[in-house]
């Protein structure tokens, strides 16, 4: 198997589970029938607001002691703007493990970083499992 096709299996993997992570939190997901800048626009259970998300593979650096990283930039080596993205979202997906997804604004870096200790003190982690009592409370904010 070629290396273009893994990654490309890959980012729609990472991308797959971003939504089932946002609808596990209660967000709706929409999908464009047109290539759009941002990979996901979703609704805020809480505000009813769309918002734009791009999704990105986390990486795992050895050689800055197994930090994390998301590289937030277009493949052009720009980073996104708040026009293009309000969220970023963070997959890690180890080989053989359940992918953790973290969620965060966009800060218009083109790096985020974190411990794997302190990934979830600095993002926000939406677990993919699905808890309907989010939809219980988005429903009472309402």
């Not at 759009?36 to 505000?47: F, N, Q, R």
């Not at 990105?56 to 293009?84: F, H, M, P």
Request: hydrophobic share 45%; no cysteine.
């Amino acid at each position: 198997m070629g290396t273009a096709h893994v990654t490309e299996i890959t980012a729609k993997y990472v991308e797959a589970v971003a939504k089932v992570a946002l609808m596990a939190a209660g967000w709706t997901v929409h999908t464009a029938e047109t290539n759009e800048v941002y990979d996901i626009l979703a609704t805020d259970p809480l505000t009813g607001d769309a918002k734009k998300v791009q999704v990105k593979t986390i990486r795992q650096r050895q050689d800055r002691g197994d930090d994390l990283v998301v590289y937030a930039k277009k493949g052009n080596g720009t980073i996104y703007d708040r026009s293009e993205a309000d969220y970023i979202i963070g997959v890690w997906a180890a080989d053989g493990e359940i992918p953790r997804v973290f969620m965060f604004e966009n800060r218009l870096l083109g790096e985020y970083w974190a411990s794997e200790a302190r990934a979830a003190d600095r993002w926000v982690e939406l677990p993919i499992a699905l808890d309907r009592s989010v939809f219980a409370k988005a429903a009472d904010a309402s």
